[in-house]
């Protein structure tokens, strides 16, 4: 095995990458499959029809059903909650099961809720306690319930100013047609 799994964590699943740490009590269906490097923490529940890209963060009592598809670096906080059925009823099933994309190093805020069938795109920040009902487009800010946007985010992960010039890195953007350019061309495409 070349990844650490707690005595009171329950991996089913043969594809878990090296060096991911699984804590107490999370549980990993077998379908699953799970990056390397990755912080899988207490009391995470990860269905059959997932997949976790590579150094993915998941705090404490997040559940991450089938169609969730995490890319590399992600950051899910505490008590986020994935959905994946927009019409729920006990005992029916549908088919197939909405899919939710949460592009590269895109962060999700503790609390939050996903609605099944969005994407976030890279780099994007979804504060805690929001509710996603839409697409997010790369490199934005959203909050609220439901969330909408409060500005752009850097790179780096620090909200842009009205200058759109980082204060942590002093990368320099400008939005045109709804992309963020960063000196020397496009940085991220927003989603449409």
């Known amino acids: 095995m070349n990844f650490y799994q707690h005595p009171n964590a329950i991996v089913e699943s043969k594809n878990i990458g090296q060096k991911t740490r ?8 077998p379908g699953a499959i799970v990056g390397e490097n990755c912080n899988i923490n207490d009391h995470t529940f990860i269905e059959n029809d997932v997949i976790i890209g590579n150094n ?18 992600v950051f899910v906080g505490p008590n986020v909650t994935f959905t994946n059925d927009l019409k729920p009823r ?20 503790a609390n939050s809720t996903i609605i099944a069938g969005n994407k976030i795109g890279k780099y994007a920040m979804i504060g805690a306690g929001s509710v996603v009902t839409k697409d997010i487009p790369n490199n934005t800010l959203w ?7 409060k500005g752009y985010v850097c790179n780096c992960g620090r909200k842009l100013p009205d200058d ?21 061309g496009v940085v991220n495409d927003s989603l449409s």
């Open 56 to 73: 993915v963060t998941i705090k404490s009592g997040v559940y991450v059903w089938d169609g969730v598809r995490l890319a590399d670096n």
């Open 164 to 184: 759109l010039t980082c204060s942590t890195c002093n990368q320099k953007y400008h939005v045109k047609e709804s992309k963020l350019i960063i000196a020397g």
């Open 90 to 109: 006990s005992k029916q099933y549908p088919e197939k099961f909405e899919q939710t994309f949460v592009e590269e190093w895109a962060s999700i805020g």
């Open 22 to 29: 699984v804590w107490a009590f999370a549980h990993i269906l």
């Open 143 to 149: 909050y609220g319930n439901p969330a909408k946007m």
